[in-house]
């Protein structure tokens, strides 16, 4: 049976280096709060139609489908704007050059990481009677469950 694990508390890291191999070094994101709504990567993949002229017979006229490539989703979530910020300059600078980074999710109480490599786009808004936000999204190229 499996335990139910609780979403507050996750902690998006971004690789240090642009070598692509999800071994860090790691710098933590400040993200907005912890219970803010964090989209984790994921992958679909898509149905592709493997019938052959066997399968007619054997299975009477039903199409059999396989897992074709899988459509990798992308990361999202939320920071506080902070322009002075090193690490969101840094950030800013990934965004304007199209630099693929690697992404590290760690999990509250759990030893497993996810891991998600992509270019990062940054959407800034203003709301004058609150704070500066950006909406943070990593365009996934490859995603692994099992980072270190």
Same mark, same amino acid.
């Given at each position: 049976?499996?335990?139910?694990?609780p979403?507050?508390?996750m902690?998006?890291?971004? @690789?240090?280096?642009?070598?692509?191999?999800? /071994?860090?070094?790691?710098?933590?994101?400040?993200?907005? @709060?912890?219970?803010?709504s964090?989209t984790? +990567? *994921?992958? @679909? +993949?898509?149905?592709?139609? &493997?019938?052959?002229?066997?399968?007619?017979?054997t299975?009477?006229?039903f199409?059999?489908?396989?897992?074709?490539?899988?459509?990798?989703?992308?990361?999202?979530?939320e920071?506080?704007?902070?322009?002075?910020?090193?690490?969101?300059?840094a %950030?800013?600078?990934?965004? *304007?050059?199209?630099?693929?980074?690697?992404?590290?999710?760690?999990? +509250?109480?759990?030893?497993?990481?996810w891991? &998600?490599? *992509?270019? /990062?786009? %940054?959407?800034? @808004?203003a709301?004058g009677?609150n704070?500066?936000?950006?909406?943070?999204?990593?365009?996934?190229?490859? &995603?692994?469950f099992?980072?270190?």
């Open positions: 049976m499996a335990t139910k694990r979403a507050g508390g902690i998006i890291e971004r @690789s240090n280096t642009t070598t692509l191999d999800f /071994l860090g070094p790691w710098t933590a994101i400040a993200v907005v @709060s912890a219970t803010q964090i984790l +990567p *994921g992958a @679909s +993949p898509s149905k592709v139609n &493997i019938t052959t002229h066997d399968d007619i017979i299975f009477g006229g199409i059999q489908n396989g897992a074709g490539l899988a459509d990798v989703t992308d990361l999202t979530f920071i506080l704007l902070d322009p002075d910020d090193a690490q969101q300059q %950030m800013l600078v990934d965004v *304007g050059a199209r630099t693929a980074r690697d992404y590290r999710i760690r999990f +509250p109480g759990v030893t497993r990481k891991g &998600i490599t *992509g270019q /990062l786009s %940054m959407a800034s @808004s709301d009677g704070y500066l936000r950006t909406q943070c999204t990593v365009l996934a190229n490859r &995603i692994s099992n980072v270190a």
